[in-house]
């Protein structure tokens, strides 16, 4: 559990204070094989099963740089408008920890395959913030502790720690910007549009799985601040491997609460890495952070250099989907969305779902009804992302061939919802299993409309009176005597019937 701290409001720092973010992205590539060995590259086995002496470090072995990886590095360069660099070299980053087993990290430093790019990123209200890339590095990634008997799962208080090596050698690329400076008051707005463009890109370009909570993207935010009117940096924190969006955008909240605090209380801020506890929405202190040269990097003496050509980058291009923001505007045309209502669609984290429940059948406005709204809104309740709910494309589609069918309503679909994230089968089942058909027997539904009558005489008086607006209180007293389950439109008729008046 996180201690607590002290803060200052965000909009007072904002006053004050003028932040400056740095990020660096980890993208874990989906190739079949490791960076540097022959060894599965694969999420969720059985711990230290994918693991070969290359990964951890034997004696007498070799690495092998692994050209797939090198291929969706170039194309994740050229996606963030990167330069791609002729040659460069593998160094190594030494550091010594459970999870590194060869007590180095086989990374890129002072030559990076790709360098100098920039990313637009575009925010709720459709304001276009650029972010600049200072390089995107090959790497490994390291090996996964899980900390045992501990209240928190983290090394603190934990009993005893177990590693799995399956993870060693994955192949990994850093994306690291350049200071990022001028966001003022939309800093935490930026940080977690940022990443999800980098999200979104990887997983475009198909190189990477890009699951945020399985840690196939991790994001260091580095956060200072600059007194209002200054020009020199302030010290930084970095919050490290951030695993959500909604925690990158926290995250760089707290953190410019908490330098506030630090700089007016007359302290100096501490240059180190955090931890982010979603629980508290809060950081706590890591460790001191390093700077370069305490890594001792040298050049790798295993591996020869990555020589790229002109004909091999250009053939990696001509390979790469339609970018992002294309996509999105040809979407938006498709589909015939007002500028507000796809920004939300976007903002929601939910274009991708729309469009396959459109590939799957649905028309747009029926995709974007239950995306944007119930589906969302069960989400926010369950603090999760909407794709991440349980709720599939073809669910959606189901759900609204059962109403256009007549054999549910709307109101009854939100029970089959329920049905379906409760396990309890398909739409088609779970109204089966839970009896959920709309009534449309007409003696029913005329039995249910007598007994509203009877208990509403004076309704009916002023329906005969020629309101017959007033219908509607009849209606709501056979919806509740079937449970929701009438054909609302079908009743108003029936009652205009048994009254002998034209609805």
């Given amino acids: 559990m996180a201690a607590t701290q002290e803060l200052v409001a965000f909009d007072e720092a904002m006053e004050k204070y003028d932040p400056v973010l740095g990020f660096e992205v980890h993208v874990e590539l989906n190739t079949k094989t490791k960076m540097f060995s022959a060894a599965p590259n694969a999420f969720g086995d059985i711990p230290n099963t994918n693991v070969s002496p290359v990964d951890l470090g034997l004696p007498g072995v070799l690495p092998v740089v692994n050209k797939s990886a090198v291929e969706y590095s170039i194309m994740i360069g050229l996606a963030l408008n990167c330069k791609i660099a002729e040659s460069c070299f593998f160094a190594r980053k030494n550091y010594f920890y459970p999870d590194t087993p060869k007590n180095f990290q086989t990374s890129q430093y002072e030559d990076p395959i790709c360098y100098d790019g920039y990313l637009d990123i575009e925010l709720e209200d459709g304001e276009v913030f650029r972010v600049e890339i200072e390089r995107a590095h090959m790497e490994e990634d390291a090996g996964k502790l899980t900390h045992m008997g501990g209240a928190t799962g983290r090394i603190q208080g934990a009993e005893y720690s177990l590693v799995d090596y399956n993870r060693a050698g994955v192949p990994l690329v850093e ?35 890009a699951k945020m909570e399985r840690g196939n993207v991790r994001c260091d935010a580095n956060v200072s601040l600059m007194p209002k009117g200054a020009t020199q940096f302030g010290t930084r924190s970095e919050t490290k491997n951030v695993n959500s969006l909604r925690a990158v955008e926290r995250a760089v909240y707290f953190e410019i609460q908490r330098h506030a605090a630090v700089l007016e209380s007359g302290q100096k801020v501490v240059q180190e890495t955090r931890h982010w506890h979603e629980d508290t929405r809060s950081t706590t202190s890591g460790r001191p952070k390093s700077d370069a040269d305490d890594y001792r990097y040298f050049p790798e003496p295993d591996l020869v250099p990555v020589v790229t050509t002109e004909a091999w980058i250009e053939e990696l291009r001509a390979r790469l989907p339609e970018p992002p923001a294309e996509r999105r505007k040809r979407l938006k045309a498709d589909w015939g969305y007002a500028d507000a209502e796809f920004r939300d669609v976007v903002n929601a984290g939910v274009m991708d779902s729309i469009e396959e429940t459109i590939a799957a059948g649905a028309s747009a406005a029926v995709a974007r009804k239950w995306w944007m709204g119930e589906i969302s809104r069960r989400a926010k309740e369950a603090e999760v992302e909407p794709s991440e709910l349980g709720v599939s494309p073809q669910t959606v589609v189901e759900l609204d061939r059962l109403v256009q069918a007549g054999k549910i309503n709307d109101k009854l679909a939100r029970q089959v919802l329920d049905g379906v994230l409760a396990g309890e089968g398909s739409p088609e089942e779970v109204v089966e299993n839970r009896g959920l058909a709309v009534v449309s027997d007409d003696s029913a539904l005329l039995e249910a409309i007598d007994a509203a009558l009877a208990a509403q005489p004076e309704v009916a008086e002023k329906i005969r009176g020629g309101k017959v607006q007033a219908a509607g209180a009849i209606v709501g007293g056979v919806m509740k005597a079937t449970r929701g389950q009438a054909d609302a439109g079908r009743v108003r008729e029936l009652i205009f019937e048994r009254l002998g008046v034209q609805g």
Avoid at 177 to 197: C, D, F, Q
């Fill in 175 to 209: 994306i690291v910007t350049k200071p990022i400076v001028g966001a003022g008051s939309r800093a935490p707005e930026l940080a977690r549009a940022y990443v999800a463009a980098v999200r979104e890109i990887v997983k475009n370009l198909g190189v990477s799985d």
